[in-house]
């Protein structure tokens, strides 16, 4: 599976942004897309993730009401839409696929490129 990250950008604290992720080549051997983030200086950590029918998805407690993942089947692509950006929300995003339900990001074999997100204050 291939996947391309989009939608990074500069946005001012408390605004929006709708990251998107174009998945490719194998798709249907993953189960699962998910999206982490990592700061400078920190750890990739683990946002959301949704699986590809739709019919589950979880959140990081720190980005419940205000993340959104979502998914277009057709298109191959999953969403991410980001509202009440703050500060603490700078960090390269990347998408990721698997075959299970879970948060951690070695359970998750396919990567994006990234693309960042820088929320100023």
């Known amino acids: 599976v291939q996947l391309q990250a989009s939608g990074g950008g500069l946005v001012q604290t408390g605004g929006f942004l709708r990251l998107s992720c174009a998945a490719s080549g194998r798709t249907f051997s993953s189960h699962v897309m998910g999206w982490f983030r990592q700061a400078p200086g920190k750890e990739r950590e683990f946002v959301a993730f949704?699986?590809?029918?739709?019919?589950?998805?979880y959140y990081a407690d720190f980005v419940k009401g205000r993340f959104t993942i979502s998914s277009d089947n057709a298109k191959n692509t999953v969403y991410l839409q980001m509202n009440v950006l703050k500060p603490e929300d700078t960090a390269v995003y990347y998408c990721a696929t698997g075959g299970v339900l879970t948060s951690a990001p070695s359970t998750y074999n396919s990567w994006g490129q990234g693309t960042l997100v820088t929320v100023s204050s």
């Open positions: 949704i699986t590809w029918s739709g019919s589950s998805t």
